[in-house]
């Protein structure tokens, strides 16, 4: 059986990005803290799915979003 660990999602502002999973989703707030390099960090439970929502760490640019498919 294969099961997701978790989705990461990167974002300029993850509380809002999270607020929005809330509301759209109906996802539960697990922790919110801070993630590796002092990221803001929200995780959130989708379905049973752990999805973590971080800003870019200090130093660290986040590209611009684009509907194109990439990892």
Wanted: net charge neutral.
């Amino acid at each position: 059986m294969l099961r997701v660990n978790h989705i990461l999602l990167k974002a300029p502002d993850p509380q809002k990005t999270a607020q929005w999973c809330v509301d759209v989703f109906g996802a539960t707030v697990v922790e919110r803290g801070t993630g590796l390099g002092g990221s803001s960090t929200v995780r959130l439970d989708i379905g049973g799915t752990r999805f973590n929502v971080t800003s870019a760490a200090p130093g660290e640019t986040l590209a611009a979003g684009t509907t194109e498919s990439h990892y």
